[in-house]
């Protein structure tokens, strides 16, 4: 601008208007240079953070849970349902194989046992595919992934209560490991789901101790 000045007083009128005139025509070029970059700017930046919202989506699953995570919950979901499978199928053997003076009393119960296991293998099931994952449904894998053995020829009061106390303590540690992992990625649904079960498994527990006293 001081050089503009300069030329512009030294040189005539008709020297001047065209100095003015050039300076404006550059003064135009840079403003309309330095508007463009802007607008080039702000649509790269649209665009980043359009696919960084891509990239935050594809890493969430139906629910909104974090793929990773979701993923890493089903595969403790599948063990703890093939346990509770495992659990179903030596609760129905006690139930149908009980003898002894308790056998009606824990005849019954058993039937309530293996149904409650029933029921809690299709909401666990349900809650894997929430989570975006297929649950196992094959016995054999069942097997290779339950934390529970299967049980044969169990028959007696004493030996069936065991069994049943055992497999149940050992559901139960599963469930406070799986709420203590939901409970760190803020899965309320798994949380609600598995606190229940725990509830109902403490109580059972208490219950066929005192039986056994």
């Known amino acids: 601008m001081f050089l503009l000045e300069a030329s512009r007083k030294q040189a005539s009128p008709g020297k001047q208007k065209a100095l003015i005139f050039v300076y404006q025509l550059k003064l135009a070029i840079t403003t309309k240079n330095i508007s463009l970059r802007n607008m080039q700017l702000t649509t790269y930046v649209k665009q ?105 020829n169990v028959s007696t009061s004493k030996e069936t209560v065991r069994e049943v106390l055992d497999e149940t303590r050992q559901l139960l540690k599963a469930e406070r490991e799986i709420v203590r992992l939901a409970s760190e990625n803020g899965d309320d649904g798994t949380v609600n789901l598995i606190t229940g079960y725990i509830d109902e498994q403490e109580k059972m527990i208490w219950m066929l101790s005192a039986l056994g006293k």
């Open 48 to 152: 980043n953070d359009k696919q960084q919202l891509v990239n935050l989506k594809k890493m969430e699953n139906q629910i909104g849970l974090q793929k990773a995570y979701a993923d890493k919950m089903a595969e403790s979901l599948n063990a703890y349902l093939s346990s509770v499978q495992v659990a179903y199928m030596n609760v129905r053997g006690y139930h149908w194989n009980i003898t002894g003076n308790q056998f009606y009393l824990l005849h019954e119960k058993f039937e309530e046992i293996y149904n409650s296991l029933n029921e809690m293998a299709d909401e666990i099931a349900e809650r894997i595919l929430m989570l975006g994952v297929s649950p196992v449904h094959a016995y054999s894998k069942y097997l290779k992934l339950a934390k529970i053995r299967e049980k044969e």
